[in-house]
């Protein structure tokens, strides 16, 4: 796997390293020692996956407060999405910022998410689904979330949403 660095430190792109035969390739997407390697969390304890019909469905910004804050891997399995990671760690250089990278299940390309950090992604074709590893385990009283739309951060997504949760619509003014 190729680590890449983006502008907000601890969040990478990580990219397969495809090694090619006649039958197709074969890559490694998980592997402790390299994670380890880079200072990330080598540990994962659950793994989900969200299935989304419609191109436009948003997912977002969720994070998980202590104790059961999170890391998690992310990667598109069938479709596209335009992922997005927001920096919520108070004394992070790049707090309130975001970076976004696309994910596709043709690029195979996975986004590192490190804890403090919020995490959404916006579909840009129909039927799209998301695999995620996470850190630790969902704990319903832990879920918190910031506003897709909110002027604190100015996320620039590239299409119209479509479709999204009630929740993720309405969390309140990031203060």
């Not at 304890?45 to 202590?66: D, F, V, W």
């Not at 590192?112 to 959404?120: D, E, N, R």
């Amino acid at each position: 796997m190729t680590f890449l660095k983006t502008s907000i430190s601890g969040v990478f792109e990580i990219r397969i390293n495809r090694i090619p035969d006649e039958r197709g390739f074969f890559a490694r997407t998980w592997c402790r020692s390299e994670f380890e390697e880079h200072g990330l969390e080598s540990v994962l304890l659950q793994c989900n996956i969200s299935y989304n019909a419609r191109k436009g469905t948003l997912r977002g910004m969720h994070y998980q407060a202590e104790p059961f804050a999170e890391s998690k891997l992310v990667r598109c399995t069938q479709g596209a999405i335009y992922d997005v990671v927001l920096d919520l760690r108070p004394q992070s250089p790049s707090f309130g910022q975001w970076v976004a990278v696309t994910l596709t299940a043709e690029n195979r390309n996975m986004v590192y998410v490190p804890k403090g950090c919020a995490h959404g992604f916006l579909t840009l074709q129909d039927q799209t689904e998301v695999f995620y590893q996470m850190s630790e385990v969902y704990n319903a009283e832990s879920a918190r979330g910031v506003r897709w739309d909110d002027s604190a951060f100015n996320i620039a997504w590239p299409e119209k949403v479509e479709v999204i949760s009630e929740r993720d619509r309405y969390y309140p003014d990031f203060k």
